[in-house]
């Protein structure tokens, strides 16, 4: 039986035409003019890439500082001792520690957003794997959540850095803000992820490497981008 959709979807969904590609800006104009919904929706680009994700050397995985944040609260929890712990706590992290803090999530809990480590904690942290790799919340170098330098990687995910990495299917989706920013802030942020995720196109991956790309509103339709004009840049 075909999914009903609702009125402001259905009025969503008159505002332009679905199977069109259009420009990133006019995406982004198109989405703004969608009607609103009773929270602030996270505003979402999903890719389609061209690399296959059962290779262990074509994972596309990374960060992006978003120029005018995510608009969204992070929770942070460190692992780390001694200075590496002072200086998250000063940064902003709501909870740092080490053993007691390993014993606590292996316990069940999971009241935080991001989790750092420092590379010495990390012999302990892998315990958690099983926990915290299922939810994408493990610590890894590549994400910049395993550094020494605790404080600035708070900062950092505090002002809005997001996480991108590929699943399964070979699909990426990255937040780059709320519904309620302004066009020149939803675009910019779009532009810094678009490009962010070209950069981590690995040396392996053969032929196109971006298939197709859309954007869209947490209850809001897709719209498809002209992803061969971002190429162009």
Do not use: W
Not at 19 to 47: G, H, M, R, W
Not at 136 to 155: F, I, Q, Y
Not at 161 to 176: G, M, Q, W
Not at 199 to 218: E, F, I, Q, V
Request: overall charge positive.
């Amino acid at each position: 039986m075909p999914k009903v959709r609702s009125k402001r979807y259905r009025s969503a969904l008159a505002l332009y035409e679905p199977n069109k590609k259009y420009p990133l800006s006019e995406a982004v104009s198109i989405l703004k003019k969608f009607p609103p919904t009773k929270f602030d929706q996270t505003v979402t680009l999903s890719f389609k890439l061209g690399v296959d994700p059962r290779q262990s050397d074509q994972m596309v995985r990374g960060t992006c500082p978003l120029p005018h944040g995510s608009g969204k609260s992070v929770r942070v929890l460190v692992f780390a001792t001694g200075t590496a712990a002072e200086a998250a706590k000063e940064a902003g992290a709501e909870l740092v520690g080490f053993e007691e803090l390993i014993k606590k999530v292996q316990a069940g809990f999971s009241d935080f957003d991001v989790a750092i480590a420092t590379p010495s904690a990390m012999a302990e942290v892998r315990k958690l794997g099983k926990i915290l790799g299922p939810r994408g919340l493990m610590p890894n170098p590549k994400t910049g959540t395993v550094t020494e330098d605790t404080a600035k990687a708070v900062r950092e995910v505090k002002a809005g850095r997001v996480e991108f990495k590929l699943d399964k299917n070979a699909n990426v989706a990255v937040p780059i803000g709320k519904f309620s920013f302004g066009e020149h802030a939803l675009l910019e942020n779009a532009q810094a992820v678009v490009d962010s995720v070209l950069r981590a196109r690995p040396a392996t991956a053969k032929g196109a490497y971006l298939l197709s790309l859309t954007m869209s509103a947490s209850m809001s339709p897709g719209i498809r981008i002209d992803h061969l004009q971002l190429l162009k840049h």
